[in-house]
């Protein structure tokens, strides 16, 4: 079979074949993955509640012991009819030779589902499958504005409520970077609009989005922009909303990759960052504009490169030793607003 591209996934999920026995999700939107993974289940035909039909298989498992997959996809059901083997779970060790028997000598009456991360072109893995005539490779990408304006009219205007441009444009804003936590972000807002007609912009602000993201938003807007007071306040309130450390830093390590790619791309395209912040996926709220062409004025490439290699090293160290996290955490954010206060003299 090989691979599907992007924009051709949905129309497969709608109408899925039998013609691949195993199915590759993968993709850096794991709502979408399992989501797709999901709906691929439903439609196989198998007994979902039946555990001699549906067989869930973890990641680490199966690369641990690789004949395991081979085994539970030949092994001939009881009671006959199909049988859906699944596959997930977050691994750092390689699957290629577990599939590679089941892509090699393909199960009969069998099919299998394998939820996967972020693979590159370069991933034994997805080459594997895409290769293979067994096998088929399905990435997942985070939504675009498109795919989110259809998941709002799916959830809200085909509810039957009414929706102004204005706040479907905010609404978009919140949405975009998990699928599944999007689509339960909407289902959640029409629950709580139930018995009226209109959404409106205030509702949307009240219900969708979680508070503790706004904060970690706004301590990585101090600590890029080299804002000293601000930062130390949205620390502590970082803290009192229950954020734990290696997520400040890892959000802020995603943050600043973010900008190290812009930065590179100003340099590169000779671009305004005012122009640039209006074209990054996914995208960022308008509310934080200012705050991310500020950061982009501020800080060069080099410099955001040697932060990045201080985020990682804060991130190891905030998992290695969970008494000390807050004290790293914070210690490394100050430093980074130093330095952002120095850049900007």
């Not at 000598?105 to 067994?134: F, H, M, W, Y």
């Not at 959830?155 to 204005?166: H, L, V």
């Not at 904060?215 to 600590?223: G, M, S, Y």
């Not at 501020?298 to 030793?321: G, M, V």
Request: with cysteine; glycine share 4%; aromatic share 4%.
């Amino acid at each position: 079979m090989g691979q599907l591209k992007a924009h051709e996934v949905d129309r497969f999920i709608s109408r899925p074949t039998k013609d691949a026995p195993v199915i590759l999700i993968y993709g850096p939107d794991e709502g979408l993955v399992s989501e797709r993974a999901d709906i691929l289940a439903k439609a196989s035909g198998v007994d979902l509640k039946d555990p001699f039909s549906l067989i869930r298989l973890n990641s680490d498992d199966v690369a641990a012991d690789k004949s395991r997959l081979a085994d539970e996809a030949h092994t001939i059901s009881m009671f006959g009819g199909e049988r859906l083997i699944r596959v997930s779970g977050a691994t750092r060790r390689d699957l290629t030779k577990a599939v590679a028997m089941v892509l090699d000598t393909p199960p009969q009456d069998c099919t299998i589902i394998i939820e996967a991360g972020d693979l590159k072109r370069t991933s034994g893995l997805r080459k594997q499958v895409e290769k293979s005539k067994n096998g088929l490779a399905l990435p997942c990408y985070q939504d675009n504005d498109a795919a989110l304006n259809e998941l709002i009219d799916t959830e809200i205007t085909k509810a039957g409520f009414r929706i102004d441009q204005e706040t479907k444009n905010f609404l978009r804003s919140q949405l975009g970077a998990n699928r599944r936590a999007s689509r339960n972000e909407l289902q959640k807002l029409a629950l709580y609009a139930h018995g009226q007609s209109e959404i409106t912009l205030d509702e949307v602000k009240a219900i969708v989005g979680d508070t503790s993201e706004l904060i970690l938003d706004e301590v990585i807007d101090a600590a890029s922009t080299g804002n000293l007071k601000s930062l130390e306040e949205c620390l502590e309130q970082a803290r009192e909303s229950g954020s734990p450390p290696d997520m400040i830093i890892l959000s802020a390590l995603r943050h600043f990759q973010m900008l190290h790619a812009a930065k590179c791309q100003m340099e590169t395209r000779r671009q305004n960052p005012q122009s640039l912040f209006k074209s990054l996926r996914p995208p960022i709220h308008f509310s934080r504009e200012r705050a991310v062409v500020g950061a982009l004025n501020i800080w060069n490439s080099e410099a955001l490169f040697k932060t990045l290699t201080r985020l990682e090293k804060a991130s190891f160290d905030c998992r290695s030793n969970a008494a000390l996290a807050p004290t790293l955490a914070s210690t490394t954010l100050l430093a980074i607003s130093l330095e952002a206060r120095a850049l900007a003299r």
